[in-house]
């Protein structure tokens, strides 16, 4: 069982990123899945999140509202974060989360750096 996030990088302000969020061993289509970031010296913060396959219900944060889109492609078992418009304050270790009932997995970061 293992969640992956990956697509960050370099990229200059007002540039796009796709994050992904990418199961193996389970079907993501039943776990709610969050997106999360933590830049160096600031507390991790919750960026967007969509609900089990059954709802979809997407949530953002204010911050990035408008501008980050999350959406879920049960054919690749894999949630994206489409990231336009980037600001520098975007630079972090953006994580993933897959949680449903008493189970809980967190996939390793990848690193987004927005460039001014």
């Known amino acids: 069982v293992q969640l992956q996030a990956s697509g960050g990088g370099l990229v200059q302000a007002g540039g796009s990123l796709t994050l992904s969020c990418t199961a193996s061993?389970?079907?993501?289509?039943?776990?709610?899945i969050g997106w999360f970031r933590q830049a160096p010296g600031k507390e991790r913060e919750g960026v967007s999140c969509i609900s089990s396959n059954e709802a979809s219900t997407s949530y953002y944060a204010d911050s990035v509202k408008g501008r980050f889109t999350i959406s879920r492609d049960n054919a690749k078992n894999t949630v994206t974060l489409q990231m336009n418009s980037l600001k520098p304050e975007d630079t972090a270790l953006y994580t993933c989360q897959a949680q449903r009932l008493f189970y809980q997995y967190w996939g390793k970061g990848t690193q987004v750096t927005v460039s001014s």
């Open positions: 061993g389970f079907t993501l289509d039943y776990y709610a």
